[in-house]
């Protein structure tokens, strides 16, 4: 979601009168019905040219990384990056075992003829295993990005499922927000939707 500009927003104060009843003469005092619990008002805002918005906040880095989807993207990058960096390294200490072997020749045969050769094909390989990590790692990365991109699509779904039932018309990443009115945050409520519709997005 693109960042909006800062805006600091205050609720409108709300006045609640509760009605009084009066009680039978007999009893000589006055009872008040309790009153019902306040509702946040929706937040307004005026738009020049556009009329008024009703305002929502959703909290979208959360909303990536927290959902359940989001979890499992995690994790199976998470499980990518170690099995790519155990391999990496069992192949590394390979080579380095290796180096020291023909040292050691080299130690007991200063005039070994090939041991330049050797020692060159061996570092020539240490810098393609590292350029293979390289290149692994950033497939895993993109992996990652096209997966967060099925879980933002499903997830401005939800924000636009939630924030149609709220009457909301203006969405804004909570992160980019100062201050914004109680009733106004709907990541929960779009967390719960998004993990229902969508459990966990396998990772290309």
Same mark, same amino acid.
């Given at each position: ?39 946040? !008002?929706?937040?307004?805002?005026? !738009? ?83 350029? +293979? ?26 924000? +636009?499922?939630? !924030? ?30 998004? +993990? ?9």
């Amino acid at each position: 979601m693109t960042p909006f500009a800062t805006r600091t927003l205050f609720p409108a104060a709300a006045l609640l009168l509760a009605a009084q009843l009066s009680a039978p003469a007999a009893l000589a005092q006055t009872t008040t019905t309790p009153a019902a619990p306040a509702q946040p !008002a929706p937040a307004v805002i005026t !738009a020049p040219g556009t009329g008024p918005l009703v305002l929502g906040v959703l909290d979208v880095e959360e909303m990536l990384l927290n959902s359940t989807a989001g979890k499992s993207i995690t994790a199976q990058a998470n499980a990518r990056a170690k099995a790519l960096g155990d391999d990496s390294q069992k192949k590394e200490d390979a080579l380095v075992a290796q180096l020291k072997q023909l040292d050691a020749q080299r130690q007991a045969n200063p005039a070994m003829p090939d041991y330049d050769a050797k020692r060159k094909a061996l570092v020539a390989q240490d810098d393609q295993l590292r350029a +293979n990590f390289d290149k692994n790692r950033q497939a895993i990365d993109q992996a990652v990005d096209r997966a967060r991109q099925v879980l933002y699509a499903a997830g401005k779904k939800a924000m +636009n499922d939630v !924030a149609k039932a709220k009457g909301m018309t203006l969405v804004l990443n909570r992160n980019a927000v100062n201050l914004f009115p109680d009733g106004t945050d709907i990541t929960d409520e779009v967390m719960q939707r998004l +993990n229902k519709t969508l459990p966990n997005v396998k990772l290309p």
